[in-house]
Every structure is written in structure tokens, then in C-alpha cells.
């Protein structure tokens, strides 16, 4: 059986997606408050999960268009 913290992290991921796709951003919410009125720790980790999943996101963007910045200046001076 998952632990709680796996399945927040699952549900987390699935929900982002579902966000991606239907660009309905209440949806975290929503589903926040779901699990709030039956289980704090999973509410609690669901909304840890959506944090670290976000500012995973956001951190690999920066780090690809630095790298795209990087290559392009390495790619200009061989050229």
C-alpha cells in the first residue's frame, strides 16, 4: 500500500497535469479541499507535493534557458 506521501506526490502530478491542460488553475484547490475535509496529512503533503513539483518546474526553465544561452555564446564564438 502507497504511503501517504506517495500518493500526494502521484496526485500532485496528475492534478499539475490536469491544470496544464485545461488551464483551470482552481483545480489544485479544489481538490485541496477534497482532502482537507477527510485526511491533514495527506491534504498537507498533496499541497508540499504541488509546491516542490512547481518550484521543480520553475527552476528546470531557468536552468534550460541558461543553458540555451550558454551553447548559443559557445556556438557564436566557433563560428
Avoid at 496544464?20 to 503533503?45: F, H, M, P, R, Y
Amino acid at each position: 500500500m502507497p504511503t501517504t506521501e506517495e500518493l500526494a506526490i502521484a496526485l500532485a502530478a496528475d492534478v499539475l497535469k490536469a491544470v496544464e491542460e485545461t488551464g483551470d488553475e482552481a483545480l489544485v484547490n479544489d481538490i485541496n479541499k477534497i482532502i482537507e475535509a477527510s485526511s491533514s496529512a495527506l491534504q498537507e503533503a498533496y499541497m508540499a507535493a504541488i509546491r516542490a513539483q512547481r518550484s521543480e518546474a520553475k527552476a528546470r526553465e531557468m536552468l534550460e534557458a541558461r543553458l540555451r544561452r550558454a551553447r548559443a555564446a559557445k556556438a557564436a564564438k566557433a563560428g
